[in-house]
């Protein structure tokens, strides 16, 4: 039986999570700042027209990484407790989410078509953070005790591992396809209806807390489309 640590431990995990979550959201804006100083040169008008990709690219970003971080926060809204494999699984998920900005700076100035190889690295960071708290949630399904009494459907293995799949399938679009590009992220909304109807058919009560599907990302809530 996994013994659970102290709840000091578990509010410092939470809060370290937040601040790293934090951080890499700022990191977004650079791009921007540093090109907020032509403005010297050119008017605002221009200076957001000529970095229109690096604005679109941080919008997208952030929500990206907003709703990754929203469906870490539901799954540890439920958490009571935790031990070293919670732990180490959490910090394998901040590593997708501290690695994202860059992979969103490579496709920012990539240009309007850029290499397969970069359509790789964007989605793929998505898809390796929405595995590690796919991990996450199988970990606690495991280990209930990690749990609180009172938490109610947190864990959403299955909408979880559907997320993630659909992520992985939108990667080798994008990657093969140069026409559909991010476009295959759309694949996202389509994991809600599918979690539904598999909860359905196995007699589960579909989760209500936003823990799975792309409202909820229970594997990351990650994309455009609201991760």
Same mark, same amino acid.
């Given at each position: 039986?996994t013994?659970?640590?102290?709840?000091?431990?578990?509010?410092?995990?939470?809060?370290?999570?937040?601040?790293?979550?934090?951080?890499?959201? =700022? +990191? $977004?804006? &650079?791009? %921007?700042?540093?090109?907020?100083?032509?403005?010297?040169?050119?008017?605002?008008?221009? *200076? @957001?027209?000529?970095?229109?990709?690096?604005?679109?690219g941080f919008?997208?970003?952030?929500?990206?990484?907003?709703?990754?971080w929203?469906?870490?926060?539901?799954?540890?809204?439920?958490?009571?407790?935790?031990?070293? =494999? +919670? $732990?180490? &699984?959490? %910090?394998?998920?901040?590593?997708?989410?501290?690695?994202?900005?860059?992979?969103a700076n *490579? @496709?920012?100035?990539?240009?309007?078509?850029?290499?397969?190889?970069?359509?790789?690295?964007?989605?793929?960071?998505?898809?390796?953070?929405?595995?590690?708290?796919?991990?996450?949630?199988?970990?606690?399904?495991r280990?209930?005790? $990690?749990?609180?009494?009172?938490?109610?459907?947190?864990?959403?293995?299955?909408?979880?591992?559907?997320?993630?799949?659909?992520?992985?399938?939108?990667m080798?679009?994008?990657?093969?396809?140069?026409?559909?590009?991010?476009?295959?992220?759309?694949?996202?909304?389509?994991?809600?209806?599918?979690?539904?109807?598999?909860a359905?058919?196995?007699?589960?009560?579909p989760?209500?807390?936003g823990?799975?599907?792309?409202?909820?990302g229970?594997?990351?809530?990650?994309?455009?489309?609201?991760?």
């Open positions: 039986m013994r659970p640590r102290t709840e000091r431990g578990l509010d410092r995990l939470i809060a370290f999570t937040d601040a790293a979550v934090a951080i890499a959201l =700022t +990191l $977004l804006i &650079l791009p %921007l700042v540093d090109a907020a100083s032509e403005i010297e040169e050119q008017s605002l008008a221009t *200076v @957001l027209g000529d970095n229109l990709s690096l604005l679109m919008i997208i970003s952030f929500v990206v990484i907003g709703r990754l929203y469906s870490h926060h539901q799954v540890f809204e439920g958490v009571g407790g935790y031990d070293g =494999t +919670l $732990l180490w &699984l959490t %910090l394998f998920w901040l590593l997708g989410i501290v690695f994202f900005p860059f992979g *490579v @496709l920012a100035h990539s240009g309007a078509d850029p290499d397969p190889g970069v359509y790789g690295l964007y989605v793929g960071t998505m898809l390796f953070t929405s595995l590690f708290l796919l991990a996450i949630q199988v970990h606690l399904d280990h209930p005790e $990690l749990l609180r009494t009172d938490a109610d459907d947190v864990v959403d293995v299955t909408g979880s591992a559907i997320f993630s799949a659909s992520l992985a399938l939108a080798v679009i994008a990657m093969t396809v140069s026409l559909i590009g991010l476009f295959s992220l759309l694949l996202l909304f389509v994991q809600g209806p599918v979690s539904t109807l598999v359905r058919r196995s007699g589960d009560r989760p209500t807390d823990s799975g599907g792309p409202d909820g229970g594997g990351g809530g990650g994309g455009p489309s609201g991760t």
